[in-house]
């Protein structure tokens, strides 16, 4: 958080980050680091201790002078870019596992989305129906749906709607779906821990994402974490330390904690 360096009364910030669970820059930033995330999205994630409270006058301080929001101006768009790519393991949430039992659970209006690595490219879902069967790992019974690129030249990413359509079939449709309403023509399984929750808009019975570019990264990002997991089991916190510095906070060699990002 060094953007906070000429923040005034420095010490308070730090103090307030540190009770809020912040530590980097992009746990307040979108995962496509284009914008600041905005506080409303801050106090909805339960990775961080933001849920109460107003905005603290650092946010003020990052929203004055790295975006040009103003209370007519409802902008986040940063004013720099990032040198070296965001990657995080806790951007978006998992879907919530359902209590042990051997009834599925059904779902109206919930989405997911994945990192499919033979395509390049991230898969929305529709959740019809959860699982958590004993002796098993929490599942999603899914419909598959494509999406339908709108490009607009004179319009910000973050405000481009992208249609969401039904998938007809495809190579990810399983035979093994367990259903007790209709049969999706491309019907998908999947572990919960396999997928991130996404936000979908419903527009007249039809389904629009404006946060592809940002979903696109987190779904990514949770492919490599999976696939290639940073070990941290040899760092430890020391939220007791007095100091304000962060190598006091983080005790670990030093080659992972700057994987930290």
């Not at 607009?152 to 779906?177: D, G, M, R, V």
Request: a positive charge; proline letters at 6%.
């Amino acid at each position: 958080m060094n953007f906070l360096i000429n923040c005034p009364k420095l010490f308070n910030c730090i103090k307030s980050l540190r009770n809020r669970k912040i530590m980097f820059l992009d746990q307040i930033i979108s995962a496509d680091g284009l914008y600041l995330r905005t506080w409303k999205d801050l106090q909805q994630d339960n990775n961080l201790n933001c849920k109460y409270g107003r905005p603290p006058k650092w946010y003020k301080y990052l929203q004055d002078k790295f975006t040009p929001y103003t209370p007519s101006c409802n902008n986040y768009r940063l004013n720099f870019k990032l040198e070296t790519p965001i990657i995080s393991s806790c951007f978006a949430p998992r879907f919530p596992t359902a209590p042990k039992s051997h009834v599925l659970h059904n779902h109206r209006f919930k989405w997911v989305a994945f990192w499919n690595d033979s395509k390049k490219e991230i898969e929305y879902a529709k959740v019809i129906h959860s699982a958590n069967r004993p002796h098993d790992k929490p599942t999603l019974y899914l419909e598959h749906y494509i999406i339908s690129y709108s490009v607009a030249n004179n319009t910000s990413p973050a405000s481009i709607n992208h249609e969401l359509i039904k998938c007809n079939e495809c190579q990810l449709n399983n035979p093994f779906y367990i259903t007790t309403k209709y049969v999706p023509k491309c019907a998908l399984v999947s572990y919960n821990q396999h997928c991130i929750t996404v936000k979908i808009n419903n527009q007249r019975k039809k389904y629009f994402t404006t946060r592809y570019n940002t979903d696109r990264i987190n779904a990514f990002n949770d492919f490599l974490q999976r696939q290639f997991p940073l070990n941290t089991s040899r760092l430890q916190l020391n939220l007791q330390s007095n100091n304000h510095f962060i190598s006091t906070i983080i005790n670990g060699p030093v080659h992972l904690i700057r994987q930290l990002n």
